[in-house]
C-alpha cells in the first residue's frame, strides 16, 4: 500500500464512511440536523480556486445538503472559500436544495468568524469548536472501554473519528496516530472500518507526509487494506471500461456517426456522448 493517501484510496475510504454515517446525526457536537442519508460528491467544477474539492457533503433526509469543513487554522480567505464551495455545490445540483455549511475547528482555534457580508452577498456559517472537548480525557475513557472489548454506542464512535481534531496536550498528528490504533483494536468489524475510515479522510490533509506514512504503517496488515486494494482495482478496471467505450464514441463522432447510433453501440447516455460530440468542436 502506499505511504501516502490517493485520491482514489481516499474516495473509496469516503464511501465507507458514507454508508456508515447513515441515519446518524452530529448532534453531540451541537449541530441540529435530520439524519444523514447518504454522501453527495465532493469534486467541484473548477472556476477560478485552485482548490476544487470539498472536505465531506452530506446528503441529508429532509433533502438538504449538509457541508462541512475541517480546520486547523483561521484564514481570512477560508470563508470566501467556503461560499465559493457552496456556489459550485448549489449550480451543480439538477434541483434546488439548501446547503448549510458547518465549520469544525480544532482544539486549538478559539474564534473564527461566521458571517461574510458582501452587501448583495450575504454567507454564514456554523462554527463548532473542538476546544469544548477534552481529547484526552474523551480517549482514556475509549481506551479503557475498547481494552475491555465492549461495543462503542454510536456517539462514542463520533468521538473517536473526530478525536485528532479535540483539545489536547498533544499534536494533531500524534493524537491521530493513537485514535487509529485505537479504532484498529475495535472488535467489531464494522465499527473498525468505519471509524479506520472516518479517521484517515478527516485528518488528511491537516497531516504531514511523515505522519501519513506513520498511519499507513498503523493500517498496515489490517482487513480495510486489503478492502481498498481490492476495491481500487475494481474502480481501476470499470475506469478503463468507460475510457475505452468514450475512445470508441469520439472516433464514431469523428467519423459522421449520428449520436444514437453512438449511443447504441457504447452503451454510453445520450448526455454523456453529446458532450464528448460538443469536445470534438
Known amino acids: 500500500m502506499d505511504t501516502e493517501i490517493t485520491r482514489n484510496s481516499n474516495d473509496i475510504l469516503m464511501k465507507c464512511m458514507a454508508e456508515n454515517f447513515k441515519d446518524k446525526t452530529l448532534s453531540f457536537f451541537g449541530l441540529k440536523t435530520a439524519r444523514i442519508a447518504g454522501l453527495s460528491p465532493t469534486s467541484l467544477p473548477a ?3 485552485k482548490e476544487t ?8 433526509e429532509d433533502d438538504t445538503l449538509l457541508h462541512l469543513e ?7 480567505q477560508d470563508m470566501k472559500r467556503f461560499m465559493l464551495y457552496d456556489a459550485r455545490i448549489t449550480s451543480r445540483e439538477e ?3 439548501i446547503v448549510n ?8 482555534i478559539k474564534e473564527a468568524p461566521e458571517i461574510l457580508d458582501c452587501g448583495s452577498i450575504f454567507y454564514k456559517v456554523t462554527n463548532i469548536y473542538m476546544k469544548d472537548y477534552d481529547g484526552d480525557a474523551e480517549c ?7 481494552t475491555a472489548e465492549e461495543l462503542l454506542n454510536d456517539e462514542e464512535l463520533m468521538i473517536l473519528i473526530f478525536l485528532p481534531l479535540m483539545k489536547s496536550g498533544e499534536r494533531i ?3 491521530a496516530v493513537q485514535s487509529l490504533e485505537l479504532a484498529r483494536r475495535l472488535k467489531d468489524d464494522r465499527q473498525r472500518v468505519f471509524a479506520m475510515s472516518g479517521l484517515i479522510v478527516i485528518t488528511d490533509k491537516h497531516l504531514s507526509n511523515e505522519y501519513k506514512k506513520r498511519l499507513m504503517e498503523v493500517l498496515k496488515m489490517t482487513q480495510i487494506e486489503q478492502w481498498i486494494r481490492e ?3 475494481k474502480e481501476g478496471r470499470t475506469e478503463g471500461i468507460k475510457e475505452s467505450k468514450q475512445e470508441i464514441a469520439r472516433t464514431a463522432l469523428k467519423e459522421g456517426a449520428e449520436v444514437e447510433f453512438v449511443v447504441k453501440i457504447t452503451g454510453l447516455d445520450k448526455q454523456t456522448v453529446l458532450k464528448l460530440k460538443e469536445g470534438l468542436n
Not at 140 to 146: G, P, T, V
Open 173 to 175: 498528528e500524534e493524537k
Open 70 to 76: 475541517f480546520q486547523t487554522t483561521v484564514n481570512k
Open 53 to 60: 474539492r470539498t472536505d465531506t457533503v452530506f446528503l441529508l
Open 101 to 108: 455549511t458547518a465549520v469544525i475547528y480544532s482544539g486549538n
Open 47 to 49: 472556476i477560478e480556486a
Open 95 to 97: 434541483q434546488e436544495r
Open 231 to 233: 476495491e481500487g482495482r
Open 140 to 146: 482514556q475513557r475509549l481506551q479503557q472501554k475498547i
